[in-house]
C-alpha cells in the first residue's frame, strides 16, 4: 500500500499521511496519527478531491491532479502543502524535467527509455517542489538526476550496440 508523508509548513515535521490501496482505492488520510477521513471510489472521485476539517479548525482538500502521471495534491486553508503536487514548480525546473522526459522520444519509444526518463523527470520535479532545500542543492540535484538519466540511456544505447554486433 502506497504511502506518502507531508509537513504542514516547510522544513517541519512530516504530520499528514495519505496511503491508499491498488489503482487509488481505499484512501486514507491522517493528521498526526489520527484518522481525518477517507476517500471512496478510486481516481474518478479523487479527482474531485475532498475537504477534511481538522482539529484545530483548518481545512485540508485533498484531490488528485492526473496528467502524465497522477499526484496527490494538498491544500491547508487553500495553500499547498509543502512537497505535496499542490506546489507549483519552479520556472527553472521544467529544463531538467524536460532534459528527462525527452529520452524515451529520442529512442523512439521502448520500456527502459521511458522508464529511465519518467523516473528522471518525476525526480526533478520532486525536488525542485522541495522548498526545504536551498534553490541551489535542488539545481545541484536536479542537474545530477538529469546527468545519470543520460548515462544510464547512454549506456542502454552501448548495450544495445554490442549485442547487435555480435
Known amino acids: 500500500m502506497p504511502t506518502k508523508q507531508y509537513a504542514l509548513e516547510v522544513g517541519g515535521p512530516k504530520r499528514v499521511k495519505v496511503s491508499y490501496g491498488m489503482f487509488w482505492k481505499n484512501f486514507l488520510v491522517e493528521v498526526d496519527g489520527r484518522e481525518v477521513g477517507r476517500i471512496e ?25 492526473t496528467g502524465l502521471v497522477a499526484a496527490v495534491e494538498l491544500f491547508i486553508d487553500g495553500k499547498p502543502v509543502p512537497g505535496s503536487a499542490a506546489v507549483p ?8 524535467i524536460g532534459g528527462c522526459a525527452v529520452i524515451p522520444i529520442i529512442a523512439a519509444g521502448g520500456a527502459i ?27 545541484t540535484l536536479c542537474t545530477a538526476i538529469t546527468v545519470v538519466a543520460w548515462i544510464a540511456f547512454a549506456a542502454l544505447i552501448l548495450a544495445m550496440a554490442a549485442v547487435k554486433t555480435r
Open 113 to 139: 527509455p521511458a522508464a529511465i526518463g519518467v523516473s528522471g523527470a518525476l525526480g526533478c520535479a520532486a525536488l525542485a517542489r522541495d522548498e526545504s532545500k536551498s534553490v541551489a542543492v535542488r539545481l
Open 41 to 65: 471510489g478510486g481516481l474518478k472521485a479523487l479527482r474531485v478531491g475532498s475537504t477534511f476539517a481538522l482539529a484545530n479548525g483548518s481545512e485540508l482538500k485533498v484531490r488528485v491532479a
Open 89 to 96: 514548480l519552479p520556472k527553472w525546473s521544467y529544463l531538467f
